[in-house]
């Protein structure tokens, strides 16, 4: 629980959700010691995983290649 409402929001924040939905007093820290740790395990296992799921078997190309590409981008959605 600890990481996944450190994940969530601010640390403090975690503390707080940790006390109402678990009843478990709690620091800030250790809501953040706990999702730094456990994110590291996640980046770790996904390095571990990553040759293996990245190396795609791609289709050959047929046909002259496309020489120009447009891409349009409105921004809406894109939180400032």
């Known amino acids: 629980m600890l990481a ?10 975690g503390k707080e959700q940790m006390k109402i939905l678990a ?8 809501v953040e010691r706990t999702a ?13 995983r ?4 990245s190396q795609l078997d791609l ?3 047929m046909g002259p290649p496309i020489p120009v590409l447009y891409v349009e981008m409105d921004g809406t959605g894109v939180p400032w």
């Open 50 to 53: 990553s040759p293996a799921l």
């Open 4 to 13: 996944w409402v450190g994940h969530q929001t601010a640390f403090q924040r």
């Open 23 to 30: 009843g478990l007093e709690v620091t800030t820290k250790a």
């Open 36 to 48: 730094e740790a456990i994110g590291e395990d996640i980046v770790h296992e996904n390095k571990k």
């Open 59 to 61: 289709p050959e190309m």
